[in-house]
């Protein structure tokens, strides 16, 4: 099914380098991780100051870039 929809550009960026990591296209990784947002295996707990999700705790989320592909390659590139 064909859709418009606006995506905040790192959400775009994040799905396209899963989708080319997973080798499918970015419909169906959008598809896929929409799906495991709704579902209530995919929600996140917080167990003694640690976010957990499915039983895998979480590094907390820190404000800046996005790390892609493309910035490790440039990176390693540099060293």
Do not use: C, F, W
Not at 30 to 56: F, M, P
């Amino acid at each position: 099914m064909r859709t418009t929809i606006d995506l905040d550009a790192d959400v775009l960026q994040a799905a396209r380098e899963l989708a080319r990591y997973r080798r499918v296209s970015l419909g169906r990784m959008i598809s896929e991780l929409s799906r495991a947002a709704l579902g209530k295996d995919s929600e996140a707990t917080t167990t003694s100051q640690v976010l957990v999700r499915n039983g895998v705790p979480l590094l907390p989320r820190r404000a800046g870039e996005l790390v892609t592909s493309e910035l490790v390659h440039h990176l390693d590139d540099a060293d």
